[in-house]
């Protein structure tokens, strides 16, 4: 099966090994090891085995950076379109903003 872990392609990445999958883009590739930059500016090399496809999509359950404040709430997709999603949180306020600023559950 054909991925798409090519470079300058944005994919979710598993950071720091936690449970949670972050949008970055593939800026190398070394044999099987990929590097990319998250989002928020962190970079790091990884492998196939933290890597996914990037697939956000509407009725999605994530945690958003709430107005890009450092701090993560539960809430879920509504819409999308290209990289601009609305969340509406658990707690109900929403925002629109970009996937740059979600991570999920895969």
């Known amino acids: 099966m054909a991925d798409d872990f090519e470079i300058g392609k944005t ?3 598993n950071w720091s090994k936690d449970k949670y999958w972050y949008p970055a883009t593939v800026l190398k590739i070394d044999g099987h090891r990929y590097f990319v930059r998250f989002h928020d500016g962190d ?8 890597m996914k496809t990037e697939d956000i999509k509407a009725g999605d359950k994530g945690y958003g950076n709430y107005k890009n404040a450092g701090k993560y709430y539960p809430g879920q997709v509504t819409q999308r ?3 601009a999603i609305h969340i509406k949180y658990d707690d109900g306020d929403e925002e629109y903003t970009t996937i740059s600023f979600v991570r999920v559950l895969r």
């Not at 970079?43 to 933290?50: A, I, L, P, Q």
């Open 81 to 83: 379109k290209g990289p």
């Open 43 to 50: 970079e790091e090399w990884t492998n196939k085995s933290f």
């Open 11 to 13: 994919i979710l990445v």
